[in-house]
């Protein structure tokens, strides 16, 4: 089996499908609004299996999206590259890693607290499937306490 590279990468906006195809809501033109800082990939002879993107908005990192292909599920990947936004965050000086998580068990998982912010959820209350078929939770990492 070839190994899988995690690798840093600029092109923000060419993970749109993947994160799309994975389920999230994403506009095409959201690397032009929401600021985007870092992304970092896992990729099997050079073949997308995972991204994490995170940006800045309202004063805040956020950890906007995160995939991983169906296939390469199951594998400590999507935990893999949280650990690598985290010590981002931390390593540009925050204390805080914010998420509006449509999965948030997957993210108290790995050490995430609920919050009673909920400006990260804005979009998602405009959208016809909030509380219907999606629950997100607005969640926040606090970064010294969580070395993922
Ligand atoms: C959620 C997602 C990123 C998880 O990726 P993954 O690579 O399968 O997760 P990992 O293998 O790293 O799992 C890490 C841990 O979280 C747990 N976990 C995984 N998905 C979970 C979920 N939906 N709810 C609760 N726990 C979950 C795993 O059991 C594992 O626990 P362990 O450390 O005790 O073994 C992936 O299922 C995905 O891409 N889903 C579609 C897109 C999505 O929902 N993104 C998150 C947006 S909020």
Request: charged share 25%; glycine share 8%.
């Amino acid at each position: 089996m070839a190994e899988i590279t995690i690798q840093t990468e600029n092109g923000h906006a060419a993970f749109t499908s993947l994160y799309r195809s994975a389920g999230l809501d994403i506009t095409d033109d959201w690397a032009a609004l929401y600021h985007p800082v870092f992304s970092v990939t896992a990729r099997r002879e050079g073949a997308l299996l995972a991204a994490a993107t995170v940006t800045r908005r309202f004063d805040r990192m956020v950890l906007e999206y995160l995939a991983v292909e169906p296939e390469a599920r199951g594998h400590g990947l999507g935990k893999l590259l949280t650990g690598r936004c985290l010590a981002y965050a931390a390593g540009a000086g925050e204390t805080s890693l914010w998420v509006a998580a449509r999965e948030p068990g997957f993210y108290r998982r790995l050490g995430a607290e609920e919050t009673e912010d909920s400006a990260l959820l804005a979009d998602c209350r405009r959208c016809g499937d909030y509380q219907v078929s999606c629950h997100p939770r607005e969640l926040v990492f606090h970064l010294k306490e969580n070395p993922v």
